[in-house]
Nanobody, 112 residues
């Protein structure tokens, strides 16, 4: 059974940082494409970042502020979010983009 469990969300002020984690079971994060997505109220879910064996990629809005990484020993993917802005407020989801498995999401709220 595949499980992706996100954690690390919360309420922060603009300019602060958060680190989200996605703990995986039933898959190996080392041999798939792992992505982070987010969905703000009333908006479509959007891609934020992904990591593969060849490296990482980012959406234009977060490039330079967010960093995706993975720990193969812990079978976990991280999303370090720095210089947060109110427009980053959303529910953040991790996804095994190769197989289509989603986590349940974690709320990130950035106050101005």
């Amino acid at each position: 059974q595949v499980q992706l469990v996100e954690s690390g969300g919360g309420l922060v002020e603009a300019g602060e940082s958060l680190r989200l984690s996605c703990a995986a079971s039933g898959i190996l994060v080392s041999n798939t494409v792992m992505g982070w997505f987010r969905q703000a109220p009333g908006q479509e879910r959007e891609w934020v970042a992904e990591i593969t064996g060849r490296g990482s990629e980012y959406a234009k809005d977060v490039k330079g502020r967010f960093t995706i990484s993975r720990d193969n020993a812990k079978n976990t993917v991280w999303l370090q979010m720095d210089s947060l802005k109110p427009e980053d407020t959303a529910v953040y989801y991790c996804k095994d983009s190769f197989r289509g498995y989603w986590g349940q999401g974690t709320q990130v709220t950035v106050s101005s």
